[in-house]
């Protein structure tokens, strides 16, 4: 079911939690959780990952990544995110 | 002596464990550190008939994957120290989330108890889960509570303590074949070395084949040859089968389950604020409607702002500032002639400037905060998205360039609601090249001098040269956007999932912050960059002391006359056009004012005078030129606040001069070519 999001999001490049959760018949909040298990598992990264780290403190802008990172886990809310190798070989064997 | 029973809680961050652990435990809990780490441990105490509970808080995770400290202190505290029952609590509201963690402590057979916490928030959001069914089918049992109200935690305990005699569950997930094999060779490994019983075998075989590293250390792996053997040939059984790694098949199937029981248990009903997102939705993420009505909204915005916030308030302030002025003036009319002008042209005058854009940044922010909080502004991403991926640019630029067109300022101020920092870069760097409202003065002057009364057609020559020129502006954004995207923030391809928020209707409150929050920011900052350059050029204009301001002779004058040949490739290579550029760096519009000063005469009589300057070819060059050359100081001040670097804010003025520069020159030279 996980290679099925990756695949997903490796043929489009435009979705939305609710869109994905559609496509693949499940739960909108379960494919955020996937996300985050994805990520863990070190097949996808989220996009900038400077931007939650320490240079948000000398980042002069107010973003809405920073602000919302500070509330939450920073997965649920990054809105781009990367295959890592392991992540497009996964995609690969796949197909 | 009445029996000590151990309870762990377990759960994900923000499940409300810990006001669980508080209405259990009162004051009498203590607080201290895991062995060995920084995380913090509590646990308290708690009578329940007659038997004395210790709590064990244990700290929040999403999962069980020893990926993080927090993950190994609860594996570890379960799988050593053993605890009588675990109650995990869950977050009704996102149970979908929580369920991963159930699911990977049942795995651990040890006697659960599950604690639907927020039971009233998930209500309220009609979220309805089927209790009785819930229990059933994971063979634990299931009570609703409510920790902040104390609701449901005598039902909860009472069910705990039932547990103390009753049997170990035996749960195992069917992870299909050959998983299932795999996983029985490597239980009877550990059970044939000892290191496990028929209880724990399981969980520590589903460990050893997602490569857990706490679980490793825990059986020594190392140690034992023949166990590390079979647990390599499993994983490659596995992958050969199934072609993918044991890990993200084993977690496929646990969402596999996750989706079965959310199905069977959980119903959400659709709140009438949800129905009413899905039917805009329907229209606004429309495939065919969904950008014209974005650029429907962006254009009543752009009209409200220069409407409203610039013609309507913006004329108040330069009233006020010209009104203060005149006064200063009278204040100082037996003062030097130097000082006069200091304190009128440079310090009120060039403050003014500044301050002249206040009116315009609080309309437009309180606009972009309606849009931001109402939810629209996911939506214009979402329906953008597409159109400004295909030349490498995050959707949420074109707000921003659509922004620009009223002031590039502003445009850049709205960078702000894009996520990233390679896209926000690009936005705050390709935002200048559009054409913004202070260019205008200048488009007309020129239009009215060399355009004024012909036609292409029917249509007015003059209105084509300022189409025309917008749409140059947009193309050099869009390809300056495309190059930083491939070289300077080169990227590799990234994937665009969203978050699609319900819409609701933003507080006055709220959006009165926003706007300003982000207008106070602009003011302070910018503010001091302007008035610096506006005071410098005024001195350049008026050195050495007793020359006509703004003439040949003023140092002004001189560096114009110094760099006008650089122009001259471009057709406009005389002193004053220099000069104009130079002002046109204070502010764009000045560009008119400071022809008016170095030709002698009023605004009106310019388009006269311009004729002797200019022939039509270098005039439309030359609004090339001022179209993409160096950002004004209110924007260069505004991309070195925002990038939080003089380094980018020089490389904008260095890099959109070449472009002006280049393109200006090729518009006359192909021009001439063609012997216009």
Known sequence: MLIKVLKEMANNELHSHTELARKLGLDPELVKQMFLNLETMGYIVSDDPSCVDDQCEECGVCCTKKNKAEQENVSAVATRWKLTEKGKEAVLKSV | MAKELTLALVGNPNCGKTSLFNVLTGSRQHVGNWPGVTVERKEGFVKYEDKDLRIIDLPGTYSFSASSEDEIIAVQYILRDKPDVVINVIDSGNIERNLYLTVQLLEMNTKVVLALNMIDEAEKKQIFIDQRKLAELLGVPVVATVATKNTGIREMLAKAVSLEHSAEPSFKLDYGQPVNDVLREIAAALENLGIANEKTSHLLAVKLLEDDNYVKEFVRLDKHDLLKQTVQAGKEKIRSVTGFDPEIHMAGKRYEYINYLIKECVRKGTAQGEDLTEKIDKIVTNKYLGIPLFFLIMFLLYMITMSFGNDFLGSYVELAFAALGEYVAGLLVNAPELVRSFFVDALIGGVGSVL???????????????????????????????????????????????????????????????????????????????????????????????????????????????????????????????????????????????????????????????????????????????????????????????????????????????????????????????????????????????????????????????????????????????????????????????????????FSVAYSFAIGWSLAVLVYQVGRLFGL
């Open chain 2, 356 to 650: 002249v854009f206040v009116p315009l940044m609080f309309t437009m922010y309180f606009l972009i905060s309606f849009l931001e909080d109402s939810g629209y502004m996911a939506r214009a991403a979402y329906v953008m998205d597409r159109l400004m991926n295909a030349v490498g640019l995050h959707g949420k630029t074109a707000v921003a360039m659509i922004i620009s067109s009223g002031c590039n300022v502003a445009g850049i101020m709205s960078t702000r609601t894009l996520d990233t920092k390679k896209d926000r870069m690009i936005g705050i760097l390709i935002s200048p090249f559009i054409s913004c409202s202070a260019r205008l003065p200048v488009y007309a002057l020129f239009a009215a001098a060399f355009f004024g009364n012909k036609k292409v057609g029917i249509l007015p020559a003059s209105g084509l040269v300022f189409f025309s020129l917008y749409l140059l502006g947009i193309f050099v954004a869009i390809v300056a956007g495309k190059v930083l995207s491939k070289t300077v923030f080169k990227q590799e391809k990234s994937y665009f999932v969203m978050e699609l928020p319900p819409y609701r209707f933003p507080t006055l409150k709220s959006l009165l912050i926003h706007m300003w929050e982000k207008t106070e920011a602009f003011v302070k900052k910018a503010g001091t960059i302007i008035l610096a350059i506006v005071v410098f050029l005024w001195i350049l204009s008026i050195l050495p002391l007793g020359v006509t301001p703004g003439s040949q002779e003023s140092l002004l004058g001189k560096i114009g006359s110094l760099i006008a040949p650089l122009f001259a490739p471009a057709g406009f290579g005389n002193w004053e056009s220099a000069v104009a550029l130079i002002v046109g760096v204070g502010a764009k519009e000045a560009i008119v004012a400071a022809f008016g000063l170095v030709y002698g005469t009023g605004e009106e009589m310019l388009t006269g005078v311009l004729v002797q300057y200019f022939t039509p070819l270098s005039a439309y060059a030359f609004m090339v030129m001022t179209l993409l050359y160096s950002p004004c100081a209110a924007t260069f001040g505004i991309i070195k606040k925002e990038t939080n670097s003089l380094k980018w804010a020089l």
